[in-house]
């Protein structure tokens, strides 16, 4: 009965093993902890393996032999690394997953092509901005702008370095799954250093980003999918240029994101929500409405039942619409107010209200006096003592209902957080929603 036991055992063991791939090694230092495999699905992570290093580094992590992509291999300790997982079986040997200049990896040219740009990647980007800085200063500073040798050679370093990780991804073989991923990682992390230091790059970042074929079989466990679409997007807010021009060209990236998914059902949805409500937490709601009008009004974007009810907002509330009517009071409705008003949602309990509400104090007499704006402020509280305690020194029209997030005029301007802002003109056309007061300034200074 025993040796049939064993032979079962033996079976089973054999079976797992030939439908899973390894990932093994040796780390001394992280001796007794334990170690995960982590993978990703898109925007979504996911355990892939765990286990326990012995006593002498070693571990060995077993997981699904369909999964082909990137992972993070991470310690106890918070050290991580991450890793190619295209190769059936990978060892790394070494002391700590900190020190990747030490570690050796067996039966993977994949990780080790990627150990190699990374390393090329970090020393010249050292070099690179240490170059930099020197290059203004032989420019411009008289005591230095006479040694014209010197600036040839920052000059000349400068583009050698600029070459050397474009010629180290050129030697890659291209049949390697490290072949697409690196010049993305690469991307990926130059763009913030391209808003804030390098502003000449931001043309190439923002064409580079419109190349890419965001429906290659390899982002779904690439890990780089979030990174690359929020990067872009923050260096385009960060590009120096006025808003409007922001919003172009947000718009049209937001444009060739859908027009590249549409035929991806599944990804189009996971896409296009995860940049929704990016969108809306940047306050960027110029954006938010272009990408929910061109959703909705696109007949071949197979849209979720529940996105659909996120973007409606726009739809129903973008610029050029009549706002709804709310019953300010019983003799009142919002329409009877024949001149241009700044429509603010807010609450006593919110922290931000308070410190806008100071804000407009600031606005208010200015914008009354210049132009003639009326500020009708709905409050979402629900207790009137409070209430009326709160907002008793307000110079503007203040009316609640006391309902809450269940009042209809929430319900009516899609309101999920406070505060938020519409401009309306006199006939409750709606001209913007304003980011903040300082957006709503400037739009009531200079476009009323």
Request: with cysteine; net charge neutral; aromatic share 12%.
């Amino acid at each position: 009965m025993k040796k049939n036991i064993f032979i079962f055992t033996a079976i089973i063991i054999s079976f797992l093993q030939s439908t899973a791939q390894t990932l093994e090694g040796q780390l001394k230092q992280h001796a007794g902890q334990t170690i995960t495999l982590t993978g990703f699905d898109y925007y979504e992570s996911f355990e892939l393996a765990k286990t326990t290093v012995d006593s002498l580094g070693n571990f060995s992590l077993n997981y699904s032999k369909t999964y082909n992509g990137m992972g993070i291999l991470q310690t106890q300790d918070n050290t991580s690394l991450v890793v190619v997982l295209t190769e059936p079986t990978i060892k790394i040997q070494g002391t700590t997953l900190r020190d990747l200049d030490s570690l050796k990896f067996e039966n993977s040219i994949e990780n080790q092509n990627l150990k190699e740009i990374a390393s090329t990647y970090n020393s010249t980007n050292q070099a690179y901005s240490a170059w930099r800085f020197l290059q203004p200063k032989y420019q411009k500073e008289k005591a230095l702008r006479e040694q014209k040798k010197v600036m040839s050679i920052i000059n000349k370093e400068l583009f050698r370095l600029e070459q050397a990780n474009q010629n180290k991804l050129n030697s890659i073989d291209k049949n390697l799954y490290v072949y697409w991923f690196a010049p993305l990682r690469k991307l990926i992390n130059d763009m913030p250093q391209s808003a804030k230091n390098y502003t000449e790059r931001i043309a190439q970042n923002i064409q580079a980003f419109r190349n890419i074929d965001l429906n290659n079989k390899h982002f779904k466990t690439s890990g780089l999918f979030k990174d690359l679409l929020e990067g872009h997007y923050m260096l385009l807010e960060n590009m120096g240029q006025p808003l409007d021009s922001v919003y172009k060209q947000m718009n049209i990236s937001t444009k060739y994101i859908i027009d590249h998914l549409k035929y991806n059902e599944t990804l189009l949805n996971k896409v296009s929500e995860a940049l929704f409500n990016y969108f809306e937490k940047r306050s960027l709601f110029e954006v938010s409405e272009f990408l929910s009008v061109a959703l909705l009004n696109d007949n071949q974007c197979t849209l979720e039942e529940n996105l659909i009810q996120k973007l409606e907002r726009y739809r129903k509330l973008k610029v050029g619409v009549t706002a709804p009517d709310i019953q300010l009071s019983n003799n009142q409705k919002l329409s009877d107010i024949k001149t241009s008003k700044l429509l603010v949602f807010g609450a006593s309990w919110c922290p931000t209200c308070k410190d806008d509400a100071l804000t407009l104090l600031g606005y208010y007499d200015a914008w009354k006096t210049q132009k003639n704006i009326a500020v009708i402020y709905i409050s979402l509280d629900t207790d009137k003592a409070t209430f009326e305690e709160a907002y008793k020194h307000a110079p503007w029209q203040m009316y609640c209902d006391f309902k809450g997030w269940d009042s209809q005029a929430a319900k009516d301007y899609f309101v999920d957080g406070t505060p938020t802002y519409f401009l309306l003109d006199a006939n409750n056309t709606i001209l913007v929603r304003p980011n903040s007061l300082m957006h709503a300034d400037v739009w009531i200074k200079h476009k009323l």
